[in-house]
Nanobody, 123 residues
Framework: QVQLVESGGGLVQAGGSLRLSCAASGSIYRFDSNAMGWYRQAPGKQREWVAAISSGGNTNIADSVKGRFTISRDNAKNTIYLLMNSLKPEDTAAYYC???????????????WGQGTQVTVSS
């Protein structure tokens, strides 16, 4: 069993920044051996992938947020981060942490999800 807990969401004005965190835990979970990702879901829309990071620290970012969002990890703290700069109203969504895997350079979401943290960007 893996537990993922997100934090760091909130209300911010357009152009502002937020840093989301996701702490992972589990009795048999090896955080440093696993890829992790961030997804988001806006009201009335499907959940979409935002960013992913491999166990070795390689990253992939969705085109919609490339150049503004950065994903990172701290294996000593079993935590991943999503630094979001130049936020836009269309970034408003619930953001979810996911434990998944890479295959042939593509991130595949796994079955473990956090509860989500709300990000609201006002114009």
């Amino acid at each position: 069993q893996v537990q993922l807990v997100e934090s760091g969401g909130g209300l911010v004005q357009a152009g502002g920044s937020l840093r989301l965190s996701c702490a992972a835990s589990g009795s048999i979970y090896r955080f440093d051996s696993n890829a992790m990702g961030w997804y988001r879901q806006a009201p009335g829309k499907q959940r979409e992938w935002v960013a992913a990071i491999s166990s070795g620290g390689n990253t992939n970012i969705a085109d919609s947020v490339k150049g503004r969002f950065t994903i990172s990890r701290d294996n000593a703290k079993n935590t991943i981060y999503l630094l979001m700069n130049s936020l836009k109203p269309e970034d408003t969504a619930a953001y979810y942490c996911n434990a998944g895997r890479y295959y042939n350079g593509i991130y595949y979401g796994g079955s473990y999800w956090g509860q989500g943290t709300q990000v609201t960007v006002s114009s």
